[in-house]
């Protein structure tokens, strides 16, 4: 089956600190991979997105790689901002059309 | 470019009522697809409509039904509502033809008590 598994929160980490979020994903074929951004009382916002193995989607100074041999698609920043404060998600889209999310991994940046 | 819109934004119903959400997608957009999402976990899929259409659907029972309009607006409805179904209900639009990644809109609130 489907499914997306991210590394529990909360994180908290300091201005200017490395942030790594976890993901692997379990799928049948080769799913499309995205990362989403929630805002508190806002809807999901897409961040990045990779559509095949060894592909690197980045925005806003965030990355994260397609690695079909270990089915992960980890979150990467080298310097967080408070502003980066959020929950952020995993998701993968099988060929059917259908989105898997993660539960959610809360992040708190203090200055 | 008007993103996807959703109402109403907070909505408190009692158990065994009847509720109805409305979405209208990002324009030129004309699949939507409905996510219940509960407090502290990652959005669920209950269905994705196209050309009027129920295309897929998740594992959620028939209480919770749609509607897609000719103008590729949408409709979630949920009867005999029940106090698990108190939830930030999630719309998100995107193109059959691709690319498929899909917009959200802000969400409705349901509580039910």
């Known amino acids: 089956g489907n499914s997306v598994t991210q590394m529990e929160g909360p994180v908290t980490l300091s201005e200017e600190a490395f942030l790594t979020i976890n993901c692997t994903y379990t799928a049948t074929g080769y799913p499309s991979l995205f990362w989403y951004v929630q805002y508190p009382g806002e809807g999901l916002q897409l961040l990045l997105k990779a559509t095949k193995a060894d592909d690197k989607g980045s925005n806003k100074g965030f990355e994260a790689t397609y690695r079909k041999e270990t089915t992960s698609f980890h979150l990467e920043k080298g310097s967080v901002q408070v502003s980066d404060s959020a929950v952020y998600f995993c998701?993968?889209?099988?060929?059917?059309?259908?989105?898997?999310f993660g539960t959610g991994t809360s992040l708190t940046v203090i200055p | 470019d008007a993103g996807v819109t959703q109402s109403p934004t907070h909505l408190i119903k009692t158990r065994g009522q009847q509720v109805t959400l409305r979405c209208s997608p990002k324009s030129g957009h004309d699949t939507v697809s409905w996510y219940q999402q509960a407090l502290g976990q990652g959005p669920q899929f209950i269905f994705q409509y196209y050309e009027e259409e129920e295309r897929q659907r998740g594992n959620f029972p028939d209480r919770f039904s749609g509607h897609q309009f000719p103008n590729y607006s949408s409709e979630l409805n949920v009867n005999a509502l029940l106090l698990g179904d108190s939830a930030l209900y999630l719309c998100?639009?995107?193109?059959?033809?691709?690319?498929?990644?899909?917009?959200f809109g802000p969400g409705t609130r349901l509580t039910v008590t």
């Open positions: 998701a993968s889209l099988n060929t059917g059309n259908q989105f898997y």
């Open positions: 998100a639009s995107s193109l059959v033809g691709g690319p498929y990644e899909q917009y």
